[in-house]
């Protein structure tokens, strides 16, 4: 879901999102337990390596691997 998007409304009709439709919380940490923790609380959770590239992490085990790498903790809100 972006901002400008079209998208049916459940009365049949075209409608866009809008910024307040759309509500974005992101973090960045190299706290491996706060990664795990967001995880845990249903947040999607991503890991930087230094090559540059950013995968995103699904378990307790692929955040400790990634222990002193920098974590993105993303979640979107879906509201209206």
């Known amino acids: 879901m ?4 079209a ?3 459940e009365d049949g009709q075209w409608s866009y999102y809008t910024e307040k439709d ?5 973090h ?4 491996s337990e706060f990664a795990l923790h967001a995880l845990a609380e249903g947040f999607t959770v991503y890991v930087t390596h230094p ?7 699904f378990n307790a085990w692929e955040i400790a691997d990634a222990d002193g790498h920098l974590f993105v903790i993303r979640k979107e809100n879906h509201n209206g």
């Open 2 to 5: 972006k901002v400008g998007e």
């Open 28 to 31: 960045t940490t190299y706290n």
């Open 51 to 57: 090559d540059g590239s950013v995968d995103q992490v």
């Open 7 to 9: 998208y049916v409304g």
């Open 22 to 26: 759309v509500m974005k919380f992101e």
